[in-house]
């Protein structure tokens, strides 16, 4: 946390792929996704001494599950009384999530003092990899345009390989056009996303690439094939300088047994 003598910050969290189903004693390969999600958010309370905003990268639930979209923005204010945004993941389904966002959680764009976050939507409707429609380039480079805050921007799948060969197939299609495009904006400080269920870490240009593990189900870097880890659940936090610098972690719930099937092949 920020100390007297410096400037007062932002602290944003990012959490990611949720895939909460329809119920919620829903499971992923033996994992209660609402139980790990319950995890995340208490280390949250637990670790957290301010909150100012919370980002939901995507797959918030593992499939077009009404339910889910109720329950999930519920469940997080019940810990957390911060502005929330959500972008949708290869799993969701957006319209639903929009009629479900209404105008109390945020899906496209928010101007913070000082910063600004960007929500694109890299979900192709019946497909797992990634893609950005035309529509939104244009409404990046208009954000982009029109406010020279320093940017955080937020989408669902990794826009470059990360390293595994079978997750690595659903990159964004159009993922080098966007790396160039936040290139041409001195002000775009990170680009983030889910997807992956790890941390990664990198640059391109100027600003950092970043993303962040899941609240449930981990899978293990660097794998060919599909492959689980045991890594615990966690999250992202961002602190947000008035200088525009910004420093980020990644935190993990305790050691617990989930019961998760690592013999899975898929998911
Ligand atoms: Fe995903």
């Not at 936040?182 to 990198?202: C, D, I, M, P, R």
Request: aromatic letters at 10%.
């Amino acid at each position: 946390m920020p100390s007297n003598d410096k400037p007062a910050s932002i602290r944003l969290i990012q959490i990611t792929d949720c895939h909460l189903g329809e119920e919620p004693d829903s499971e992923l390969l033996g994992l209660n996704t609402d139980e790990s999600l319950d995890d995340v958010l208490h280390l949250l309370t637990a670790t957290e001494q301010r909150i100012d905003m919370v980002v939901a990268s995507g797959d918030i639930a593992s499939g077009a599950h009404a339910a889910a979209y109720q329950r999930f923005p519920s469940t997080v204010r019940a810990s957390i009384a911060a502005p929330l945004a959500w972008l949708p993941g290869n799993h969701d389904q957006r319209d639903m999530m929009r009629s479900a966002a209404g105008d109390h959680v945020l899906m496209d764009y928010c101007e913070l003092p000082h910063w600004q976050i960007i929500l694109l939507d890299s979900s192709v409707p019946g497909y797992e990899h990634g893609d950005l429609e035309e529509g939104e380039f244009l409404r990046l480079r208009q954000y982009l345009e029109a406010c020279n805050k320093p940017a955080l921007v937020f989408v669902h799948h990794q826009p470059l390989p990360v390293g595994s060969h079978w997750i690595d197939q659903y990159v964004i299609r159009k993922g080098q056009q966007l790396l160039d495009t936040l290139a041409t904006y001195s002000q775009v400080k990170a680009l983030v996303w889910g997807h992956v269920h790890q941390e990664f870490n990198g640059h391109f240009s100027h600003f950092q690439l970043l993303a962040t593990p899941s609240t449930c189900i981990q899978f293990k870097p660097g794998s060919y094939d599909f492959a689980l880890d045991d890594c615990m659940p966690g999250y992202r936090w961002f602190e947000l300088g008035n200088d525009g610098e910004f420093t980020t972690g990644v935190e993990r719930v305790a050691e617990k047994h989930y019961g998760i099937d690592f013999q899975s092949l898929g998911y």
